[in-house]
């Protein structure tokens, strides 16, 4: 018996086992994936056993979908008997926009355990957030969950109905951070800063004002610490509210969370 069983290893499904890797390790993680390589890259890496997606149903204490959302029905389906015949199993779903109840109506299980989160690709590095809701798990199967993944970055629980919110945050804000980093970048060498520089200093400038973030918590004031009456930060700060930064940055959320919500239609 596997402790996790990976349905599907592309970047997201493929950086999860990697990070569970490092705590339950390679020989209780099973892996499947309809592009051959992807599984046999985790064989490799992390020690992972290659399986077929019926062998990883039967055997894995926690079956983990990592299937894109269109696909998640026929994946599903296609084990629902082997699924419905466990009474040990857990499925954990990362499918954006498919509810827990959709999973169960997909196996024909109204009591099947589930847990549905959402990660961030950041857990590749230790530095993911881990959103995540569950229904009809044990505390006992929910903090093996916790312990698989708490190589992952910070695990935190949150009632399904803002799961899909806070994941527009949570999963796409790397790739909005990822814009904002560049732009940086940009405005540097436009200056004079050769180009590997300033994506050095603008990615270690973003990871220290997250720190600081976490550490100290309240932006505005961390803000004002930084400017000084008629300064060089001030003067950036005006220009960021002049191109309305602000609102851009809020669009960017709000645009994903209503493309998530037209995903559940």
């Given at each position: 018996?596997?402790?996790?069983?990976?349905?599907?290893?592309?970047?997201?499904?493929?950086?999860?086992?990697?990070?569970?890797?490092?705590?339950?390790?390679?020989?209780?993680?099973?892996?499947?994936?309809?592009?051959?390589?992807?599984?046999?890259?985790?064989?490799?890496?992390?020690?992972?056993?290659?399986?077929?997606?019926?062998?990883?149903?039967?055997?894995?204490?926690?079956?983990?979908?990592?299937?894109?959302?269109?696909?998640?029905?026929?994946?599903?389906?296609?084990?629902?008997?082997?699924?419905?015949?466990?009474?040990?199993?857990?499925?954990?779903?990362?499918?954006?926009?498919?509810?827990?109840?959709?999973?169960?109506?997909?196996?024909?299980?109204?009591t099947?355990?589930?847990?549905?989160?959402?990660?961030?690709?950041p857990?590749?590095?230790?530095?993911?957030?881990?959103?995540?809701?569950?229904?009809?798990?044990?505390?006992?199967?929910?903090?093996?969950?916790?312990?698989?993944?708490?190589?992952?970055?910070?695990?935190?629980k949150?009632?399904?109905?803002?799961?899909?919110?806070?994941?527009?945050?949570?999963?796409?804000?790397?790739?909005?951070?990822?814009?904002?980093?560049?732009?940086?970048?940009?405005?540097?060498?436009?200056c004079?800063?050769?180009?590997?520089?300033?994506?050095?200093?603008?990615?270690?400038?973003?990871?220290?004002?997250a720190?600081?973030l976490?550490?100290?918590?309240?932006?505005?004031?961390?803000?004002?610490?930084?400017?000084?009456?008629?300064?060089?930060?001030?003067?950036?700060?005006?220009?960021?509210?002049?191109?309305?930064?602000?609102?851009?940055?809020?669009?960017?959320?709000?645009?994903?969370?209503?493309?998530?919500?037209?995903?559940?239609?």
């Open positions: 018996m596997y402790q996790l069983g990976f349905i599907g290893c592309g970047n997201m499904g493929g950086a999860l086992a990697r990070a569970a890797a490092k705590t339950v390790g390679g020989k209780q993680i099973a892996v499947c994936d309809y592009d051959q390589a992807k599984a046999e890259s985790l064989r490799k890496d992390c020690g992972a056993t290659v399986s077929d997606i019926q062998g990883l149903a039967k055997q894995s204490k926690f079956v983990v979908l990592g299937v894109k959302p269109q696909n998640l029905q026929t994946t599903l389906q296609s084990v629902a008997d082997i699924l419905r015949a466990r009474t040990d199993v857990v499925v954990i779903t990362m499918a954006a926009g498919a509810s827990i109840q959709s999973i169960r109506r997909y196996v024909d299980n109204p099947l355990p589930v847990i549905r989160i959402m990660p961030n690709t857990v590749l590095v230790e530095e993911g957030m881990l959103l995540y809701c569950c229904e009809n798990v044990s505390k006992q199967d929910e903090n093996a969950f916790l312990t698989a993944f708490e190589k992952a970055g910070v695990c935190d949150i009632p399904e109905e803002n799961i899909d919110a806070a994941g527009a945050l949570s999963g796409c804000g790397p790739a909005f951070a990822y814009a904002f980093a560049k732009a940086l970048a940009n405005g540097a060498t436009e004079g800063v050769p180009q590997e520089k300033s994506a050095l200093y603008a990615a270690q400038t973003l990871l220290g004002a720190k600081m976490l550490n100290y918590g309240d932006p505005d004031k961390l803000i004002k610490a930084v400017c000084s009456p008629g300064g060089t930060t001030l003067a950036g700060i005006a220009a960021l509210e002049k191109a309305d930064m602000h609102g851009v940055a809020k669009s960017a959320v709000l645009a994903a969370y209503n493309r998530t919500l037209e995903l559940q239609k």
